[in-house]
């Protein structure tokens, strides 16, 4: 029999790569997305499976919304990957950050209850949720101390997690995931403003880009890599949370370099704190500026992921290295910015 998948967020960068992942694997997939006015497939039709998932209308705000749609299309498999995943918004919009990103978790595992105990259920947890942590790398046995609403709203979600796994019997569980890039991500996270923007400079349609801390630390992955972790742990013996990281962190300065590189952009950095600047040696052009207003409120310890757990019993590892990752995304955009 067809196993039957519904993946929350499917239009987003995590929901195209595990809908691909899903359906090379001989699953029926649905994907849960908010109504058609502000629906834009574009991520699915990049990997090639726009025409190969049956999207539904599904709005995390409304519960009777929810059961409705597993009602009708019982899955045996619920992702959660929609959120406010922005980290920098959530501060402007802390309540429908935690009504999306707790709160709509929250209702998900209470239709499962509900309907059939039996759905297998991921949720996507977050690194945000260590925050300013007291220990590094960070691992599932790391004290969570969030720093921002988004950390926060996600922790409530993870807790409610484990709390329907530990008192309900769902088959639940959380990855909590460090960042993860591809091209296919948005423009207001900063690894795709750094290759969308510098391809643009490389070929003479803009001057500059901005940019808050070049030395904020990062534990960046490919995306498709940590959907399959996603996968693995719905179909392990047992729920449990999973670290999912690479185990290393670089700087935005870091990736700035690579992807400089990649496009043909000679970088060099010069001046200090927000008065660094860098430019492009080969034609004295200011090519990244420093704007305070990117700093984020409070820049807290690196977070560097431990993901032995997830290696031992999973059998998950990253395959793409940090510099495949950045010269991946700025070759996209280069080829993108040439059309």
């Not at 997939?29 to 209308?57: N, Q």
């Not at 921002?148 to 639940?172: C, E, I, Q």
């Not at 999973?242 to 590189?261: K, M, N, P, Q």
């Not at 990244?288 to 059998?315: C, H, S, W």
Request: net charge neutral; glycine share 8%.
């Amino acid at each position: 029999m067809t196993r039957r998948a519904l993946i929350t967020g499917v239009t987003g960068q995590d929901g195209a790569y595990l809908a691909r992942l899903l359906l090379s694997k001989g699953y029926a997939v649905v994907g849960g997305s908010r109504p058609a006015a502000a629906r834009d497939i574009w991520r699915l039709r990049e990997v090639g499976v726009d025409r190969d998932v049956k999207i539904a209308d599904l709005e995390l705000l409304d519960s009777s919304n929810i059961l409705s749609v597993i009602e009708r299309e019982r899955p045996d498999e619920i992702y959660n990957l929609a959120a406010q995943s922005v980290v920098s918004s959530s501060f402007q919009t802390p309540v429908l950050t935690g009504d999306a990103d707790a709160l709509g978790a929250a209702r998900i595992l209470e239709a499962v209850r509900k309907f059939n105990p039996l759905i297998r259920f991921y949720q996507a947890s977050t690194s945000e949720m260590f925050g300013d942590a007291n220990e590094s790398p960070q691992s599932e046995t790391t004290p969570f101390c969030p720093r921002s609403p988004y950390g926060v709203a996600k922790l409530y979600a993870h807790w409610m997690t484990v709390n329907f796994r530990n008192v309900d019997g769902v088959f639940a569980c959380s990855g909590i995931l460090f960042n993860h890039e591809s091209p296919l991500r948005g423009l207001e996270f900063v690894t795709r403003k750094i290759t969308h923007g510098f391809a643009a400079i490389a070929l003479g349609n803009r001057d500059c880009i901005e940019l808050g801390n070049l030395d904020a630390r990062r534990d960046w992955g490919f995306a498709a890599d940590y959907v399959e972790g996603m996968w693995r742990m719905l179909q392990s013996e047992k729920p449990s949370d999973y670290v999912l990281a690479t185990g290393r962190s670089h700087s935005v300065r870091d990736f700035c370099e690579i992807v400089a590189e990649t496009v043909g952009l000679d970088l060099a950095w010069q001046g200090v704190g927000i008065d660094e600047r860098a430019i492009d040696i080969k034609t004295g052009r200011t090519i990244v500026r420093i704007n305070k207003d990117f700093y984020r409120p409070n820049e807290l310890m690196p977070l560097v992921g431990n993901a032995t757990k997830a290696q031992r019993e999973l059998g998950w590892r990253p395959a793409m290295t940090f510099s495949e990752l950045a010269r991946t995304m700025a070759e996209r955009d280069l080829k993108l910015a040439q059309r």
